[in-house]
């Protein structure tokens, strides 16, 4: 998906969200449910990457860091995170937000990229050809997802149902079959299938 337009926050209800966004953020990061999610997810970009996955063997030619913002469900199973990548390149013109789906089974943290979008942030039209910084990525790609839903409108009422609607899809079984095309490509690689490459309980303990 290639952003269309930059965010402006001049809207009070958009910066109210944020803010309320913001809070919760605060509120979370001390919690097992936040610190698991996130470095699960950290291991599991770094994991991919070295198995020259689509979309990740290019990552570490990157800054990349995983969003502090997490968008869970009322139950904290499943979530949506932000995958932030800024190009390091000297030629590179685009930036980019990877969208990620995370599901909770049995205590682990299973992460799925496959038919989800990316944002492409083009440096030229819309920074004056810099590097886009992790909180301009963040502050914009927060924003599609409470326009999405994420929050009522014109409340910072968390609607949880935004969350679980994206796994009304088969995201795990899109996420199987994109890894097994990916071992017919590179048959001398091996890919786990029916688990994430790595992910952690909710104590954080590496499994």
Known sequence: MVLSSLVIFGCKSAGG??????????????????????????????????LNIKNFYGINRTKWEIDSAIFFNEDKNKALLLLLKVDTVSTAKLDYVQLMAAEKKEGMWYFYVQTLNSIIYDRGRYNKGRPFTFEELAQNARYELIEGGYYDKWSCNVNYAYVDDWFDNPLSDYHRFFLQNQRAKTPNKTYKLATPPYSRDVSGKLK
């Open 17 to 50: 969200q944020q803010q309320c966004l913001r809070n919760y953020i605060s509120e979370l990061k001390d919690t097992p449910e936040y610190n698991s999610i996130r470095s699960a997810a950290r291991d599991t970009v770094a994991h991919w990457a070295t």
